[in-house]
C-alpha cells in the first residue's frame, strides 16, 4: 500500500484544521478566564460568562514570529441594569489587553 501526494495533501490539510481548531478553543478559554479576571478587578459584573470571536488576522510579536491575532468581544455591567461592551486581545496564546469603558463620572 503506497500513498499518493493527495493523501499526503489531504492529511496535512486536515491536521492543520484539527490543530486550528484546538488552538482556538484553548485561546477561547484563556480569554473567558481573563475576562473573568478583569471584571473582578475593575468591580465590574461578567454578563453571559462567555466571550466571542470578533476579529482575527496574522500579526508578528515582538521577537518577530507569526501568530494568530484574535479580538473577543464581551459584555459586562457596573450596576447590574445596563450592558456594555468590551474586548480582549489575544496573539497566539498570550494575552495583550483587555479593554472596558471607564465609568462615567457624575458630578
Same mark, same amino acid.
Given at each position: 500500500?503506497? !500513498?499518493? #501526494?493527495?493523501? %499526503?495533501?489531504? #492529511?496535512? =490539510?486536515? /491536521?492543520?484544521?484539527? +490543530?486550528?481548531?484546538?488552538?482556538?478553543?484553548? =485561546?477561547? @478559554? %484563556?480569554?473567558?478566564?481573563?475576562? *473573568?479576571?478583569?471584571? @473582578? !478587578?475593575?468591580?465590574?459584573? %461578567?454578563? &453571559?460568562?462567555? =466571550?466571542?470571536?470578533? *476579529?482575527?488576522?496574522?500579526?508578528? &510579536?515582538? *521577537?518577530?514570529?507569526?501568530?494568530? +491575532?484574535?479580538?473577543?468581544?464581551?459584555?459586562?455591567?457596573?450596576?447590574? =441594569?445596563?450592558?456594555?461592551? /468590551?474586548?480582549?486581545?489575544?496573539?497566539?496564546?498570550?494575552?495583550?489587553? #483587555? %479593554?472596558?469603558? @471607564?465609568?462615567?463620572?457624575?458630578?
Amino acid at each position: 500500500m503506497t !500513498l499518493s #501526494v493527495w493523501d %499526503l495533501v489531504f #492529511v496535512a =490539510v486536515f /491536521g492543520g484544521f484539527a +490543530w486550528y481548531i484546538f488552538s482556538a478553543t484553548r =485561546v477561547r @478559554e %484563556l480569554a473567558v478566564a481573563a475576562a *473573568k479576571r478583569s471584571s @473582578e !478587578l475593575a468591580d465590574i459584573q %461578567l454578563l &453571559d460568562q462567555s =466571550v466571542a470571536l470578533s *476579529k482575527t488576522s496574522l500579526s508578528r &510579536d515582538s *521577537k518577530g514570529r507569526w501568530h494568530i +491575532w484574535r479580538q473577543y468581544r464581551f459584555e459586562y455591567s457596573r450596576d447590574g =441594569v445596563g450592558r456594555e461592551i /468590551g474586548h480582549i486581545i489575544m496573539l497566539g496564546p498570550r494575552l495583550q489587553a #483587555v %479593554l472596558v469603558a @471607564e465609568a462615567p463620572t457624575l458630578h
